[in-house]
């Protein structure tokens, strides 16, 4: 590890950095809290937008579908999670214990469909059928298709292939075909669209079901094709071993823990089924087997503190600032650019805030059950000026997943030149079949060419002090291209018309002061950053030492024979 720089802190330029972003961010603050007060004039055109709220006597802002959904239905699912892990305590405490003592004592042991579970499988099911209804036979349909490609021609060489064109296939059918209904296939079976459960578009959600059936049918190809290459006794001795997470996703399982049991309880895992985070089939049969040793009662209950301040906060959000309404409405003709820059960042944030949110509530809850998930938006969205480091954290596990089972299929950082371009393009099909994600995609895959040269170029000049100044006009423009490309793949319909007065002439001296004002903010990041390197330098240097401790040898003390003297112990 490279030896960090010293802290700038407390020095006279940060000092100055520090005041700069307190009045800023304050007048960001009061000006979006005065651009949405009702006293305005445009506030008649998406006052309708609005809802009842119960914060300083204002209306709320939930004219996003997706939140006012989870928002809406956050009690009923907050019970049902609750009852699911609460039951499951209870169930492994009482019937594993007795009936597979065995499983607790030795679970290398045991192979095939888990005691663990047993209670997931059966919930599992019936969380599907409450969601989905007489649809759960749609899904039932498709895993078991899956799962016979996978087991049928798991192995061999273009398996891989087929995996990946059945579930796109699958992914296109069910847009296509809005999540297939009984009275197309025969009007006699009519009568059974009116029982499609409490989620009558199942097919919304399935896009994260799909990646886990690739997981599994991945996952058992190459544990398949390691049967080939090693011997069996060598791959499953490594399974009584977990090690770290790492070691968790790429350590086969058993062989006869690849069974459709295991597959559909993993599929169907009721705290991760409607929204991840993503975990693959490997490690969440491992984790089943091995729980892992880095949950703890205090962490969860803390992660779960977190989540409620998250919650607090957006709901101060919407009841303060009507980003989402605005946007919608999409008519910027009386408002200033500075009040269009601002409410196109608040509606990226409101974004982040949302997934955030949603993520945190379901790894809460695989928490409490005893799985460990990987964490989706590692940093906050304002604390970020790569691209690639901003990838990576937006949605972690699914960037892990993409890793796993694509960039590496394809060639890795041999074929990073093109198979960028395929991953954003599944990317932006995966999320959604419409054209402005195919353009978001495009756009952020042809990002990263320049951040790379830039980042290969001017890394020659990295112990300059100047060097922070050259990185912070280059993240300063990898900041607006990426707002910019986001806003053109998640924002509204109106987005055009923002952008077109952001870059009239009106904006160009705004964006030229904002440009400036950036490069502080990346500077104060930059720091941060290196803060943060300080402290694990320090944690990986006490380690180090440790180490090095325990590894002195002991110098033996000679054989004492009867008339050898007796020393003292200064002389020894």
């Known amino acids: ?7 700038l802190m407390g020095t006279l330029e940060f000092k100055f950095y520090y005041v700069l972003c307190a009045v800023i961010i304050c007048n960001m603050m009061y000006t979006m809290y005065r651009a949405s007060s009702p006293e305005r004039p445009e506030y008649e055109g998406y006052k309708d937008e609005l809802s009842e709220g119960w914060m300083f006597g204002r209306k709320i802002d939930l004219s996003d579908g997706q939140w006012d959904t989870f928002r809406s239905h956050l009690p009923a699912f907050a019970a049902a999670m609750l009852a699911y892990v609460a039951l499951n305590w209870a169930f492994r405490l009482v019937v594993v214990r007795r009936v597979a003592g065995e499983f607790l004592r030795a679970p290398a042991m045991v192979r095939g469909f888990l005691p663990t579970l047993w209670f997931p499988f059966i919930f599992a099911t019936c969380f599907a059928v409450g969601l989905s209804g007489v649809s759960t036979v749609f899904i039932l349909l498709i895993a078991g298709g899956n799962y016979f490609l996978a087991k049928q021609f798991g192995g061999r060489r273009w398996a891989p292939a087929l995996f990946w064109v059945y579930n796109m296939a699958v992914l296109f059918a069910n847009e296509y075909y809005r999540g297939y209904e009984f009275g197309r296939m025969a009007e006699s079976l009519a009568w059974l669209d009116g029982w499609r459960g409490v989620l ?33 006794k060598q791959i499953d001795g490594l399974v009584a071993e977990p090690g770290t997470e790492k070691e968790r996703v790429e350590r086969s399982c058993f062989a006869e823990d690849y069974c459709f049991a295991n597959y559909w309880a993993y599929l169907l895992y009721p705290p991760l089924y409607l929204t991840g985070p993503i975990i693959t089939f490997n490690s969440f049969v491992s984790q089943m087997r091995y729980p892992s040793a880095a949950i703890s009662v205090k962490h969860t ?17 919407l009841h303060t600032v009507y980003c989402v309404a605005i946007s919608k409405w999409g008519h910027w003709e009386t408002f ?9 960042y608040m509606r990226l944030s409101f974004i982040w805030l949302k997934l955030l949110i949603i993520w945190r509530f379901a790894r809460f809850w695989a928490m409490a059950d005893g799985l460990e998930t990987v964490e989706n938006m590692r940093r906050c969205m304002s604390n970020n000026y790569s691209l690639q480091q901003f990838w990576r954290d937006w949605h972690c596990s699914y960037n892990k997943w993409l890793v796993r089972y694509l960039y590496i299929p394809l060639g890795g950082r041999r074929t990073s030149g093109w198979n960028t371009f395929v991953i954003f393009t599944f990317v932006a099909l995966w999320h959604d079949l419409t054209m402005r994600l195919l353009q978001w995609a495009w756009i952020i895959a042809l990002l990263f060419l320049p951040e790379g040269l830039a980042t290969w170029y001017f890394s020659r000049w990295a112990r300059r002090p100047y060097f922070r100044l050259l990185c912070s006009l280059g993240g300063t423009l990898n900041i607006m291209a990426m707002m910019i490309a986001n806003l053109v793949g998640f924002g509204d319909e109106g987005v055009d018309k923002m952008l077109a007065k952001l870059f009239s002439r009106q904006g160009a001296a705004f964006l030229a002061l904002v440009y400036v004002i950036l490069n502080v903010h990346l500077q104060v990041m930059f720091e941060w950053r290196e803060h943060e390197y300080r402290k694990e330098y320090a944690a990986h240097e006490a380690l180090t030492q440790q180490w090095e401790m325990a590894a002195v040898p002991r110098v033996p003390s000679p054989a004492k024979s009867p008339d050898s003297p007796t020393l003292t112990k200064r002389q020894r």
Do not use: C, K
């Open 301 to 317: 209950v803390v992660y779960g503190l977190r989540l409620v301040a998250s919650g607090l906060l957006m709901e101060l959000i």
């Open 200 to 232: 009558r578009r199942w097919d919304v959600t399935f896009n994260i079901t799909m990646l886990r059936m690739v997981s599994f049918a991945m996952d058992y190809h190459w544990r398949v094709r390691q049967e080939d290459e090693t011997s069996v």
């Open 1 to 7: 590890m490279r030896a960090p720089t010293p802290s």
């Open 336 to 344: 200033s650019v500075y009040e269009i820059s601002l409410f196109g």
